[in-house]
Each structure stands twice: as structure tokens, then as C-alpha cells.
């Protein structure tokens, strides 16, 4: 889930816990849109935290070791 999923569950949390007024039968939407923010705010922690670390190439040749060989010759003329 990446950021505008977080962000989105939020939203909608949000929505249901404070701006309905429907009323149905076993189903609290006070508590199901806390729940909904709740892992929304984990989601935005958890993605934030993987953001920070840092990057390391990854893929072919990203172990591979180049080394430089530099060669001089003189000129046996001079």
C-alpha cells in the first residue's frame, strides 16, 4: 500500500467515524472508521520508515567488481 492508500483509508475513516449518521445492524461505523484511520496512520509510519532507509544497488552487475588497468609505454626513440 503506498502513500495514497494511506492516506485515502484516512480519509474514509475519518468520514465514517465523524461526519455519518447511519445506523446499521451490527455494525458500529464509529469503531470500523477508527479502525480504518488507525491502520491508515500505520500504513503512512511503515511507509515513511522504508523511505528513510537507504537505497542500495540492486540488479545485474551490481556486485561486479571493475578494475583499471592504466599503462604507460615510453617512446624508446627519445
Same mark, same amino acid.
Do not use: K, Q
Given at each position: ?14 468520514? $465514517?467515524?465523524?461526519? %455519518?449518521?447511519?445506523? *446499521? ?7 470500523? !472508521?477508527?479502525?480504518?484511520?488507525? +491502520?491508515?496512520? $500505520?500504513?503512512?509510519? %511503515?511507509?515513511?520508515? *522504508? ?7 540492486? !540488479?545485474?552487475?551490481?556486485?561486479? +567488481? ?13
Amino acid at each position: 500500500m503506498g502513500l495514497g492508500g494511506c492516506v485515502i483509508l484516512i480519509a474514509l475513516g475519518a468520514i $465514517l467515524a465523524f461526519a %455519518t449518521d447511519w445506523h *446499521v445492524n451490527g455494525v458500529n461505523l464509529d469503531v470500523v !472508521g477508527v479502525i480504518l484511520m488507525v +491502520v491508515g496512520l $500505520l500504513g503512512l509510519v %511503515t511507509f515513511s520508515s *522504508v523511505l528513510r532507509r537507504p537505497r542500495r544497488g540492486i !540488479g545485474p552487475g551490481a556486485d561486479e +567488481v571493475v578494475e583499471e588497468r592504466h599503462h604507460y609505454y615510453e617512446d624508446p626513440r627519445l
